[in-house]
């Protein structure tokens, strides 16, 4: 086999994988909205029949919600399962965008070639980077150089909730030496990385009820209990004036961060300055002893994500509303307890409501953060695979983010989870007019191949 060989054919065959993937981009996987049902399952047949095409014998699998997509292919050598996700999140607010967020299209722009649409870079452009290396791959080879499985999700962005029932009981189908995962980034939009940490997410939703309808505030104002003003003391209770967070026990199982890995951190050299200008921002928010990588990648957080309740209409109501609503996050690290934060959250809320008050809590979704043994030599060999192809040799690097699967792949079926991507910050995941650069694609097929190659060998 020539890499070099696949290499060439990846470039060659650039224009044609784009248009597959801007097939898939055309499918509104949207897992969160059952009205986008019908087109879930439709990714997922697309993605059955593209395995299937490449000799990976693959199949839709259903759950209770969205159908997953595994597909396997027998060979010698080391198991290798790969996973990504084919659902994409909401594309409100649709005002933002520029043009329909399923109306995929190449834009030339002063940073290079983009492929504009939803889902792009999270996580369908990262999903392709590795079936197009396969696909290269076998045509130039004539077979691909291991045992492969294929393992698709699509409920990533509404919280997984098949995905931990279905890996229990599909363990021994799902059992690979290594689970690569291609859902996160590249280090400061530049530097191929190996991700070994990800926080922790515990998702909780509140509402605050106090009159049992909605009141004349010149009537009842003033004698009447309004929720949202105690929605509001509790949220602006949660953090101290330092940043810190006041729920008890929270920063149980927060660990300081060794020396040695605050000092490689040190030397990835992060424009701090770049990260925050690109958004608008210019001085960190969080606590001001922590560099901002630090705090990204190794403290945890808690963040308000939407609060409503009264009248937020046009023009002006003089209402004193009977409920309001917040939807509350923490990224946890280290040996958090997600539900211990979950009890302690929630006990802290009813303790600060005054009479008549009540709270309603719904929980969303509660994972631990993942910290991942390189001990394994396949780490430095795909570390070795990603700096040929890059400018900037690879680094191993955190995550802010969240992606419970790698933790279950390690606790459920065994399998060491491996994460690389091609992901940029300026991205725009999860927001309007999203895109995933070209380099990003056609470098992380490249990538894919040299690390089969490095893999396998
Ligand atoms: N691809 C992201 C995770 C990610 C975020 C990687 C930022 C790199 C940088 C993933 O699809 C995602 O958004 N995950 C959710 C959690 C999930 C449980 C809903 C997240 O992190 O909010
Ligand atoms: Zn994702």
């Known amino acids: 086999m020539s890499l070099d060989d696949v290499l060439s054919r990846i470039d060659a065959d650039l224009p044609a994988a784009t248009d597959r993937l801007l097939e898939l981009l055309r499918i509104p996987s949207i897992s969160t909205d059952p009205a986008y049902k019908e087109h879930c399952d439709a990714a997922a047949d697309w993605l059955v029949a593209d395995l299937n095409s490449l000799g990976i014998k693959t199949e839709k699998r259903p759950t209770p919600g969205h159908p997953m997509v595994v597909g396997h292919l027998d060979g010698e050598g080391p198991h290798l399962l790969f996973y990504g996700h084919y659902d994409v999140q909401p594309v409100d607010p649709l005002d933002l965008w520029e043009r329909d967020p399923f109306d995929p299209e ?67 189908e799902l059992k690979s030496d290594i689970a690569l995962i291609c859902d996160t980034g590249l280090f400061d939009s530049r530097v191929p990385a190996i991700t070994t940490m990800l926080r922790g997410l515990l998702g909780e939703e509140l509402t605050i009820t106090a009159p049992s309808r909605d009141l004349h505030s010149g009537m009842y104002g003033g004698v009447a209990m309004n929720p949202i003003r105690v929605l509001s003391r509790i949220i602006a209770s949660l953090h101290d004036d330092t940043g810190r967070i006041t729920v008890p026990g929270f920063y149980d199982g927060v660990p300081e961060i060794p020396d040695e890995l605050r ?56 209402v004193l509303p009977s409920e309001a609503h917040a939807k509350i996050s923490f990224r ?89 991507g091609f992901g940029k910050d300026d991205d725009q995941i999860h927001s309007p007019n999203e895109k995933y650069d070209m380099e990003s694609f056609h470098k992380g097929i490249r990538s894919w191949a040299r690390v089969l190659a490095a893999l396998t060998r």
């Not at 393992?151 to 029932?165: D, K, N, R, W």
């Not at 990648?297 to 937020?312: D, F, L």
């Open 106 to 172: 190449i834009q030339d722009t002063p940073k290079g070639k983009v492929i504009r649409a939803r889902g792009a870079a999270d996580d369908k452009g990262q999903l392709m980077t590795f079936i197009e290396a396969c696909r290269a791959w076998k045509e130039v080879n004539g077979a691909l150089p291991c045992k492969l499985t294929f393992f698709l999700e699509g409920e990533e962005e509404s919280g997984s909730p098949s995905l931990v029932p279905f890996m229990e009981e599909n363990k021994d």
């Open 263 to 318: 000092q490689q951190w040190q030397g990835l050299a992060f424009d701090h300055g770049r990260f925050l200008g690109d958004v608008g921002l210019s001085t960190p928010a969080g606590e001001q002893d922590r560099t901002p990588l630090e705090m990204i990648w190794s403290r945890p957080t808690c963040e308000v994500n939407g609060i409503w309740g009264g009248y937020t209409g046009a023009g002006f109501k003089t």
């Open 332 to 420: 946890l690290v280290g040996d958090q307890d997600p539900l211990a934060i979950r009890e302690s959250f929630r006990k802290m809320v009813r303790e600060m409501l005054p009479p008549d008050v009540e709270v309603e809590f719904k929980g969303h979704g509660a994972s631990r953060a993942g910290a991942f043994d390189v001990s394994d030599p396949a780490f430095e060999a795909a570390r070795q695979a990603l700096s040929d192809e890059w400018p900037d040799p690879a680094a191993y690097i955190g995550c802010g983010g969240s992606i419970p699967i790698a933790g279950h792949f390690a606790r459920i079926i065994g399998s060491t989870p491996m994460l690389i």
